[in-house]
């Protein structure tokens, strides 16, 4: 296996950089956040969640019937998603993350592999490169008004290339949510946001459409996860390095509170034998280059055939069987 550890230090200007927008996610907090988790002793056991989406976002990819000669997996992790591929499918491919860490401990894989030091806002790479890009549970939407690592994605990727990831979902962790809210209310008057803002799948076929993706597909999925309570939902959160790193994050959680939301979460939500469930919703997503081989909707106006007469030739159908 040919692996290759690159470092790129960006001189590019701040990716918030349109008027108006503004970026939602600490990049900072979330480097030092991925690097502390993947460096516990431990770290495999918190990679339940990105490994099974990683297995699920790799059937869409059998899905595509083609080879790809050159793939790139942007926000890779420890690479939870190679593991899933062939070398028949995939030829070569690249892993980028913003962990140095998280590349070091990455799984080995049958696939001819290049590892690139880099945060996923300022990809290392030219235009037009790509066969394929792949991505699982990484906040590749920093910015709603300007997705920009959507963007460049979509720059780097070849003509009739092809975009398969996978992100958090808002409705993720509401019972974590809901219980963290009530119980600030309850004791300190008010909340703040403890858990990271996640997509909302309204919003994710507009966000691929601005970065210039066509025949697009978004679907969902659900992983429920039931663990014995809510300190070791948060616990496990924190060893994924999952925890929030939004800019309007507060950075202190009382103990009463945490407490009295335990207490809530177990009450609102608790299953029979004692576990609380977390609920993780998964957004999968499917976009492609523009190319001039791609199938085109015809033009508005220039149907031959009225849905009025398709309604008669079923009823002619159905008369022409009972007789």
């Not at 590892?115 to 290392?124: K, T």
């Not at 790479?125 to 994605?153: A, C, G, M, R, W």
């Not at 009530?182 to 858990?195: D, Q």
Request: aromatic share 8%.
């Amino acid at each position: 296996m040919n692996i290759s550890v690159r470092s790129l230090q960006s001189l590019r200007g701040l990716s918030s950089g349109r008027r108006g927008a503004m970026n939602v996610f600490d990049r900072s907090t979330k480097r030092k956040q991925k690097e502390w988790a993947s460096s516990l002793l431990d770290s495999d056991k918190y990679d339940y969640l990105r490994d099974e989406v990683g297995s699920r976002v790799a059937d869409r990819v059998y899905d595509v019937s083609r080879t790809f000669p050159l793939a790139l997996d942007v926000g890779c992790g420890k690479s939870h998603m190679a593991e899933h591929l062939s070398k028949d499918i995939v030829e070569r491919l690249f892993l980028t993350d913003i962990s140095d860490s998280s590349l070091r401990n990455r799984r080995k894989c049958e696939i001819p592999s290049h590892c690139v030091l880099a945060d996923e806002e300022f990809l290392p790479f030219k235009e037009n490169t790509f066969d394929l890009v792949l991505s699982i549970l990484t906040h590749i939407i920093n910015n709603t008004k300007y997705p920009v690592v959507v963007i460049q994605i979509h720059q780097v990727l070849k003509p009739d290339g092809v975009f398969i990831g996978a992100v958090v979902g808002g409705e993720t962790l509401y019972e974590l949510r809901c219980s963290l809210q009530l119980a600030e209310l309850e004791r300190e008057g008010g909340f703040a946001p403890h858990i990271s803002p996640y997509t909302a799948v309204t919003d994710l076929g507009n966000l691929l459409g601005q970065a210039g993706f066509n025949m697009l597909t978004v679907d969902i999925d659900e992983v429920q996860v039931n663990y014995p309570g809510m300190l070791e939902v948060m616990s496990d959160l924190q060893g994924m390095g999952e925890s929030n790193c939004a800019w309007n994050r507060k950075s202190l959680l009382h103990r009463d509170t945490i407490l009295a939301a335990a207490a809530i979460y177990k009450e609102m939500y608790g299953n029979e034998d004692g576990s609380v469930p977390a609920t993780f919703q998964i957004l999968y997503m499917i976009g492609w280059k523009p190319h001039e081989s791609q199938a085109k909707p015809v033009k508005r106006g220039s149907a031959n055939v009225s849905f009025a007469d398709l309604s008669k030739m079923s009823k002619l159908q159905k008369t022409n069987e009972k007789s």
